[in-house]
T-cell receptor
C-alpha cells in the first residue's frame, strides 16, 4: 500500500530558530499533500494544502509567513516553522492520497516539535 | 465549513464488550472516513463510506453511514486491548482535484481487562 514518510519524528529547537519537516510519498506521486497540527488530547487541525508546483492553500487563521510550505516535487512537501516559539510546540502530521477516495488518505508518522 | 462532532469524547469499555462511536456532520457528507490513532503516532485508515445507507466491516469493526449522509457510526464487537486508541472521523469536502479532509473531535477509547 501507499506509504508516506515523515522526518524527523521528533525535534527540539530553541526559540527563534527555524525547523523544517519533510513529508515524502515513497511509492506514489502526490500532487497534493496536507499538513495537520494536533494539540495534546485534541483532534487534527488542517493547516494547509500543499500543491506541487504552486502555492499552498492555508486554512483560516494559519499564518503563511510562520508556516512555510514548499512542494517542489511530486514526492516531497516540506513544512518550515519559522522563528519558532514555545506555543508552536505541537505534533505535526502530513498526509497524501494515492488512488481513489475509497482508498483513503495515507498519513505520515508525525513530527513532535518542542520549542524551548 | 463542515463541522464534525463525535460522541462520546472518551469511552472506557471492559474487554469483550461491544461499543459504538458516533460522528455527526453539520453538512451532507460526500465521503466519510474512519481512522484510528495511537496518541503521538500516525493515523491508520479503517474504512471510507460514501453512499447513503452504506455499511462496511473490517474484522470486528463495522461502520455505517445513514441514509441522509449526515451521521456515521463505528461499532466494535467484542473489544480487545488492541482496539484502544483515538478514533477519528474525517470528511472529504467533495471537490474534485481540490479536496481536503477535515476531522471530527475524536473519541478516546480505553479497554480495561
Amino acid at each position: 500500500g501507499a506509504v508516506v514518510s515523515q522526518h524527523p519524528s521528533w525535534v527540539i529547537c530553541k526559540s527563534g530558530t527555524s525547523v523544517k519537516i519533510e513529508c515524502r510519498s515513497l511509492d506514489f506521486q502526490a500532487t497534493t499533500m496536507f499538513w495537520y497540527r494536533q494539540f495534546p488530547k485534541q483532534s487534527l487541525m488542517l493547516m494547509a494544502t500543499s500543491n506541487e508546483g504552486s502555492k499552498a492553500t492555508y486554512e483560516q487563521g494559519v499564518e503563511k509567513d510562520k508556516f512555510l510550505i514548499n512542494h517542489a516535487s511530486l514526492t516531497l512537501s516540506t513544512l518550515t516553522v519559522t522563528s519558532a516559539h514555545p506555543e508552536d510546540s505541537s505534533f505535526y502530521i502530513c498526509s497524501a492520497r494515492e488512488g481513489s477516495r475509497q482508498d483513503g488518505y495515507t498519513f505520515g508518522s508525525g513530527t513532535r516539535l518542542t520549542v524551548v | 465549513s463542515q463541522e464534525l462532532e463525535q460522541s462520546p469524547q472518551s469511552l472506557i469499555v471492559q474487554e469483550g464488550k461491544n461499543l459504538t462511536i458516533n460522528c455527526t456532520s453539520s453538512k451532507t457528507l460526500y465521503g466519510l472516513y474512519w481512522y484510528k490513532q495511537k496518541y503521538g503516532e500516525g493515523l491508520i485508515f479503517l474504512m471510507m463510506l460514501q453512499k447513503g445507507g452504506e455499511e462496511k466491516s473490517h474484522e470486528k469493526i463495522t461502520a455505517k453511514l445513514d441514509e441522509k449522509k449526515q451521521q456515521s457510526s463505528l461499532h466494535i464487537t467484542a473489544s480487545q486491548p488492541s482496539h484502544a486508541g483515538i478514533y477519528l472521523c474525517g470528511a472529504d469536502d467533495g471537490s474534485f482535484g481540490n479536496e481536503k479532509l477535515t476531522f471530527g473531535t475524536g473519541t478516546r477509547l480505553t479497554i480495561i481487562p
